[in-house]
């Protein structure tokens, strides 16, 4: 029986996918490099540094700078990515997560968050979400390893007090649901069959995400 729902955030709660690939882009191209939306898909889900690594593999770079260099691009990038979340309120709440998130919360099903963005915390705070997940963020500096690996979704279902197999993961990233079903978790992909073709049940749009349909398809 499903018991709790494990939420990525960028793309899934928010759009704030958007605005990581914007930041991305816009640094990669003061470094000289092209990023589309193609080469994003594989930076979804993936924390700063590492980000940063395949941006500038990606562009042959990536012997070109120091640690301490790197840590400074990560930075500029952060910066811009705070201003575009600077704005966010409860209305940028994508479609049909607010229900979802209240029927969960009337129905007794656990939240929790597992997102790879140290914005997180903020971010819930400004959707004015952050109550349905207090105690139940997944705090991405405490992991050993990131998405792909399961342990973000591991630690995910452990703050709710729930075996993975009693709970459904929700991501918009390949690498993210990769690490749910590595968890041993039902996964639910939001994007393009191509994109989400490993997720165990996918939806184009948020729009689609009822808890009825996602528990429906998790206990058949
Ligand atoms: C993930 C995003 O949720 O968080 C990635 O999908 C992002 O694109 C990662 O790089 C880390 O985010 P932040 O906010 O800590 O830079
Ligand atoms: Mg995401």
Redesign the pocket.
Known sequence: MIKGLIF????VITDT?EY?YLAWKSLAKKLGIEMDREFNEQ??????ME?LDLILKHGNKENDYTEEEKQELATQ??EE?QHYIEEITHNDLLPGIETLLKEAKEKGIGMALA??????PKIIRQLEIDELFDGTVVD?ASLSAGKPDPEIFIKGAEVLGLKPEECVGLED?EAGVESINAAGMFSVGVGSEAAMHKADYIVKDTKELTLDKILEAAEK
């Open positions: 990525d955030l960028d793309g996918a990581h930076l979804k889900g993936i924390s700063r980000s990038k952060n990515y997102s790879a963005s140290k914005n997180g991405p990233a």
